[in-house]
């Protein structure tokens, strides 16, 4: 009767043991009156050495035998038994209505549902009876499965990811996972890596989806494309059908008849990849919806994976070879070739003929529309959807005048050519590719051709500046935007576009004296700086993060760094050396070079580049030459000797390589270009281009290909196509 009075007060997680979080079985209550299932206690004994109880934490003296020995709480027994019972025979119906029953008195022996409780509480002799709330599987909040059940729905803080069991700051010392030494881990840090495997998998399948897409925009376009080209044969056909006698409009009808085959062809192969796509698509938009119910709850571990399988089998099919290999290489644009001898073949191909381009063509965005020098030889791009170099490009290149120039078309595999060309006139030249007998897409090329020399000149650099305009330009560098930097031995640091127009002044906020600049990748900056005998690391406002050599430089000039090693190289004029310095710490590395005039030695070097190999170029101003040594610090050879001709230099400034590995000088009055091992190509610049002692260089542009320099005795920037 107890028990049955008890069921008023009964919270069914109250039947559920605080250790194995289970509806408890045998339960043993300890001397504090909480009570566990037996199993569960000696578990825990053998686990600690001894017991404590989880809840309130008293220590107990307790053998095996003892825990045989202490109470069990008759009270849960009944409990459990009647719980029991009542579960086991809970009917489909409420017992006055035919709504599913959510309550049971235990007195009254009916089952009622929600509605007939209400009037079951309404009469007086029936309002004290107790009652049991069945189990349910009612929807309860959003955050329900983030409860405890064991402690009054405290929020879940502790997720086994061995066993896969959750509990609260509560019984957490009682999660056998910590006694088996699980991997125990927050709540919150459970969700969030669930979430992120969760959302590893929707960015997985929005990156087949994106891809998918893409491909189906692709068809779609090809098949308007198609359909344009196709109405323009169709249209061509008849205006040279109703110039022709009835025997001729009977073969235009085999011509007709001929491009709907082509048509039904391409239809039916658009339909099927669309219809394949169709299908992924679908099975993509399933998982991720499946997924998106499935956020901030890790129990769903195992639908997550197999969710991630699915995903990962269609990435497999989607980005592998067999994707591309699925959908056929052969994309194909009719055209229609009319007859020019109607004459001879009126019995045979009449008014023309339809043929088609094996394979899709096209020239590469950039290179539709380029800009070069006179006598520079440049590349374009040509993309086929065809893997095979089964159909030939030919190319020739033609301006106005009808002067025509040799091409070189190379197949560079995985459905890729390059054609090769060079203008030797100024002016605006096309390059016509053809693929068979027609155009292919982005043909013709157009290109314009610019002459040699001197373009700009940017005017006195005083006149824009404000700190220490008695310090002439020293240096030049290519901002990320396309503009020129400009240096002249104080905190202002001018910006130009290429046409030489002024676009602003940037003014460093600490108190220097900017000699020379280079652009690091990642947007930093490093200056040599006159003020403060030292290199410096900026980032894009100019803003100091870490300085060099502050008491070892003495007069940095040039200087430049390699991205693979980390390695900065300022070139010292009055230390006759080059600095190494690491660029992450700072840290001295050694120096390259001593005072002296043989091989290997440097009189007041002024500038350092770097070739691919890592190999350093340097300016050795007072020696009247550039030298070359290795990558390990060691002497090569001598590149560029002392001279007053042109391929030699005398006081070498500036130097710098270009895109082709060229080498650019700038020396006491004249623009070289040599090669990278030295040999001379021309002079850049001409002897009335009003060079005075020109400094720093950068290559700005290499189509068409462009050089600033710092004109330092005119205190001007002058710009050079070359």
Request: with cysteine.
């Amino acid at each position: 009767m107890y028990a049955v009075k008890a069921l008023q007060f009964l919270d069914k997680e109250d039947l559920k043991c605080a250790i194995c979080l289970e509806r408890m079985t045998e339960p043993k209550t300890l001397k504090c009156l909480h009570s566990y299932c037996c199993h569960c206690l000696e578990t825990l004994m053998q686990t600690q050495g001894k017991l404590s109880c989880p809840k309130c934490g008293q220590h107990y003296q307790l053998t095996k035998g003892d825990l045989k020995k202490l109470t069990s709480n008759e009270m849960i027994n009944h409990l459990l038994e009647y719980v029991k019972k009542t579960e086991s025979e809970k009917p489909a119906q409420c017992s006055n209505c035919d709504n599913q029953p959510k309550y049971n008195c235990p007195e009254c022996l009916l089952y009622l549902c929600a509605e007939c409780i209400k009037q079951h509480k309404l009469i007086p002799a029936l309002k004290d009876h107790p009652l049991y709330t069945l189990d349910e599987n009612e929807e309860g909040s959003k955050d329900e499965h983030n409860k405890c059940p064991t402690h009054c729905n405290k929020e879940l803080e502790f997720y086994c990811s061995t066993c896969k069991k959750s509990a609260c700051d509560d019984c957490k010392h009682v999660l056998r996972c910590y006694q088996n030494k699980h991997n125990v881990i927050p709540m919150i840090t459970a969700i969030d890596d669930f979430n992120h495997n969760a959302n590893e998998v929707i960015n997985t399948a929005q990156g087949i989806k994106n891809k998918l897409q893409g491909t189906l925009d692709s068809i779609t376009n090809d098949r308007a494309d198609f359909e344009y080209h196709l109405k323009l044969c169709r249209t061509a056909i008849e205006v040279k059908e109703k110039t022709l006698i009835k025997k001729i409009q009977e073969k235009s009808k085999i011509l007709i008849s001929d491009l709907e085959n082509i048509y039904k062809e391409k239809k039916d192969d658009i339909d099927s990849q669309v219809k394949n796509i169709d299908t992924k698509l679908t099975k993509v938009n399933n998982v991720m919806a499946s997924i998106s119910t499935m956020m901030n709850r890790p129990q769903e571990t195992e639908t997550l994976e197999s969710h991630k399988t699915t995903i990962n089998t269609v990435r497999d099919e989607i980005l592998g070879t067999d994707f591309d290999k699925s959908f056929p290489k052969k994309n194909i644009t009719p055209t229609f070739i009319p007859s020019t001898h109607l004459d001879e073949v009126m019995n045979t191909e009449c008014i023309g003929k339809i043929t088609t381009v094996d394979g899709m063509y096209k020239v590469d965005q950039d290179d539709e529309a380029i800009t070069v020098t006179k006598g520079q030889t440049f590349v374009v791009t040509v993309s086929s959807l065809s893997e095979s170099d089964a159909s030939k490009l030919s190319a020739t290149l033609s301006n106005p005048s009808y002067e025509e120039s040799a091409t070189d078309v190379k197949y560079q595999g995985n459905g890729e050519y390059k054609i090769t060309g060079r203008c030797n006139v100024e002016g605006d030249w096309q390059m016509k590719i053809i693929a068979g007998e027609v155009h292919i897409k982005g043909s013709p090329v157009n290109i314009k051709v610019e002459s040699l020399g001197l373009v700009h000149t940017i005017g006195n650099i005083s006149d824009y500046k404000e700190h220490r305009k008695e310090n002439n330009v020293s240096g030049v560098v290519l901002d990320t935007d396309g503009c020129i930097l400009v240096s002249s031995g104080s905190k202002d640091i001018l910006k130009f576009n290429q046409s030489g127009s002024f676009v602003s002044k940037i003014q460093v906020p600490q108190d220097v004296e900017v000699h020379s600049m280079h652009l690091m990748g990642d947007g930093h900056m490093v200056y040599s700086d006159y003020l403060g005998k030292c290199v410096v690391m900026c980032d894009d406002k100019f803003k100091e993060i870490i300085s060099f050599g502050k008491g070892i430089l003495k007069y940095p000039e040039g200087l430049t760094v390699n991205k693979k090693t980390g390695v900065l190289y300022v070139a010292d004029s009055e230390a006759h050396c080059v600095f190494k310095f690491n660029v992450d710490d700072g840290r001295l590395l050694g120096k390259i070079g001593s005072e002296g005039s043989e091989v290997g030695q440097m009189n007041q070097p002024v500038d350092v580049t770097l070739t691919k190999e890592g190999h350093m170029i340097i300016a050795d101003f007072a020696n009247n030459r550039i030298q070359m040594f290795d990558a390990h610090d060691k002497f090569m050879r001598i590149l560029v000797g002392c001279g007053k001709e042109d391929g030699k230099v005398r006081g070498p400034c500036g130097v710098t390589m270009d895109m082709d590995e060229n080498i650019i000088v700038s020396s006491n009055h004249k623009l070289q270009l040599f090669d990278k091992n030295g040999v001379f190509i021309k002079r850049i610049d001409h002897e009335d281009d009003g060079l005075s002692t020109p400094g720093g260089i950068t290559v700005i542009s290499n189509r068409p290909r462009r050089v600033a320099v710092a004109n330092h005795e005119a205190n001007n920037v002058k710009i050079f196509n070359y």
